[in-house]
């Protein structure tokens, strides 16, 4: 019984506001107990609550006026330069640059939100060039500038994510090499000159004579589609076409080659064994690779803004891997929702790699497990397709969920911050039509 009573007054003393005045007695030297009970709302004509109020607000500010100190071995100072944007530690010192700030020989340069998120911790103390000690508002004053009119909005994403464990860092645009450009430009520039050797021959072989004014038209389409144009001077001549059609209405005939999937005989002369090949049929709607498009609009107000990766111990800043979540910071005031091409534009930007085939075969349905409850492995040819059949469509629907790539938006409303996932998802790549339910054994 006692022990309820004592646990009814525990939750209620933590449902209570916080009284400041207790911490004065820190600072004190006599210690007196603070005193609790229940606030009167009712006006009573005196000064009672007023006074009491004062005393706590005025304890509060006593609290937040107090010197932070730290030991002189821990001591770091930065030096903030304003014209480069940067701070400069000359002796780093602390876990926090392991994944914080670019190393060059000498010194490490932190960004502007690194600065300020250490600064209100208390990590470091920035000075200016002059040697001078930078108060937060004077810090705050330097970052601001009107190239960059989200800078608070940013910070303040940065530094909420940082204190939920994130290692968080600017995103920086990788520049394409010229090489593999050059390759393929000498590779079209050799199928054109053969592309239009090959449409010379066929034009004396079908018309008797060359054309030239048709031979200069194919040199300008090899150009640019050096691959069709190996094909298209024999398949526009009306010879080949009228025997063409000939020989698929003869084969038709024999049903060897099916009629079009509209065709009213089409499934006369078409035989199907499976829901798999009546699906695949069906696919009549066309599509385009997603990775094909790189159109980025360089006007967009959309662009990454931090590299998110979840907390690890061997993360190396000089060597990062590919991130976790890459994030846009988005201001409600001055920016609407993006649009499908701004969005497109996001993904074209954002540092996507395929998804690394996970083999484990945690939580599969209907394993059968020992006496000491450990899983017994797959030992029939059966069971090992099964397993990896699962495995298979495990991650087609967690490709189909997420999406290949992705940008999560944070957007920003006076200080509140939303979290959006924006996916991409490529139905075209998956065969969504296999059959997601097995067999069970009788």
């Known amino acids: 019984m006692s022990q309820t009573t004592e646990s009814s007054v525990l939750l209620d003393i933590e449902d209570e506001v916080q ?18 009970g229940e606030k009167d709302f009712e006006p009573d004509g005196t000064d009672f609550q007023s006074n009491i109020l004062e005393e706590s607000r005025t304890a509060m500010y006593d609290a937040l006026r107090g010197a932070r100190g730290h030991s002189s071995k821990q001591h770091v100072q930065a030096v903030f330069h304003q014209s480069l944007g940067l701070a400069c530690v000359e002796q780093p010192k602390g876990p926090f640059f392991k994944s914080m700030g670019k190393s060059d020989k000498l010194n490490v340069w932190l960004t502007p939100e690194e600065v300020i998120y250490l600064a209100e911790r208390g990590s470091i103390s920035v000075l200016t060039e002059l040697g001078l000690e930078m108060s937060l508002e004077h810090l705050y004053s330097c970052i601001y500038n009107e190239d960059n009119a989200n800078v608070i909005e940013q910070y303040q994403v940065y530094a909420h994510l940082k204190r939920h464990g994130y290692i968080v860092m600017r995103h920086e645009e990788k520049a394409e090499g010229t090489p593999r450009k050059h390759a393929k430009q000498v590779e079209q520039s050799a199928l054109a000159v053969i592309s239009n050797v090959w449409k010379s021959l066929c034009l004396i072989l079908f018309h008797g004579k060359p054309n030239w004014g048709a031979v200069g038209i194919g040199m300008v389409k090899a150009l640019t589609n050096p691959a069709t144009a190996l094909f298209t001077p024999i398949t526009q001549t009306s010879y080949f076409q009228r025997a063409s059609k000939a020989v698929v209405h003869y084969l038709r005939q024999l049903k060897l080659i099916p009629y079009p999937l509209l065709h009213p005989q089409h499934y006369l002369s078409s035989r199907y064994t499976s829901f798999k090949q009546i699906l695949i049929s069906l696919r009549i709607v066309p599509h385009y690779d997603l990775f094909e498009s790189h159109e980025v609009r360089e006007k967009s107000p959309y662009q990454i803004t931090y590299n998110v990766w979840k907390p690890v111990p061997s993360f190396k800043k000089s060597d990062p891997p590919t991130p976790d979540f890459q994030v846009c910071v988005v201001n409600t005031d001055t920016t609407k929702f993006p649009s499908l091409a701004e969005i497109q534009t996001l993904f074209n930007t954002s540092d996507y790699v395929p998804q690394s085939t996970d083999t484990s075969h945690r939580g599969i349905p209907n394993n059968k497990v020992d006496k000491n409850g450990t899983l017994k492995k797959p030992t029939t040819p059966a069971q090992k397709a099964t397993l990896a059949r699962i495995a298979r469509l495990r991650k087609m629907d967690k490709r189909l969920k997420f ?38 054994g009788k």
């Open 403 to 440: 999406g290949y790539r992705n940008v999560i938006l944070a957007i920003t409303n006076c200080g509140v911050i939303n979290y959006v996932r924006l996916s991409e998802v490529d139905f075209s790549r998956e065969e969504v039509y296999e059959e997601s339910v097995l067999r069970r």
């Open 19 to 36: 009284d400041w005045r207790a911490l004065s007695s820190l600072s004190k030297s006599d210690q007196v107990i603070p005193k609790r």
